[in-house]
């Protein structure tokens, strides 16, 4: 089980970018996928979820609402953040996760994430 994600980079702010965190060996439809982020400094904080697709349901932070968008593409096995808007106080080192299989029924909100990818960097500067 592994999950890749990609797409980090610098970008001004006001920019976009759109993360990607790609699953193999397992099916992602069947389990919420989380973004996390942590910056320098700081403790991880979560960015934003959306749940298996039976439930579809989504969670964004507050911080992020109205700029940043989760979804899933089950044919690509992959769930993208499409970050809009972006500012410096986002620059953080993104990662992906999901809880394992059997907690579908926690949501977003499962009482543990297992697998983790390995992070891609978000720098937002001019």
């Known amino acids: 089980v592994q999950l890749q994600a990609s797409g980090g980079g610098l970008v001004q702010p006001g920019g976009s970018l759109r993360l990607s965190c790609a699953a193999s060996?397992?099916?992602?439809?069947?389990?919420?996928i989380a973004w996390f982020r942590q910056a320098p400094g700081k403790e991880r904080e979560a960015v934003s979820c959306?749940?298996?697709?039976?439930?579809?349901?989504?969670y964004v932070a507050d911080s992020v609402k109205g700029r940043f968008t989760i979804s899933r593409d089950n044919a690509k096995n992959t769930v993208y953040l499409q970050m809009n808007n972006l500012r410096p106080g986002d620059t953080a080192v993104y990662y992906c996760?999901?809880?394992?299989?059997?907690?579908?029924?926690?949501?977003?909100?499962?009482?543990?994430?297992?697998?983790w990818g390995q992070g891609t960097l978000v720098t937002v500067s001019s």
């Open positions: 959306i749940s298996a697709s039976d439930d579809g349901s989504t």
């Open positions: 996760a999901a809880p394992p299989a059997g907690l579908s029924a926690y949501g977003c909100y499962p009482p543990r994430y297992d697998y």
């Open positions: 060996g397992f099916t992602l439809d069947y389990h919420a």
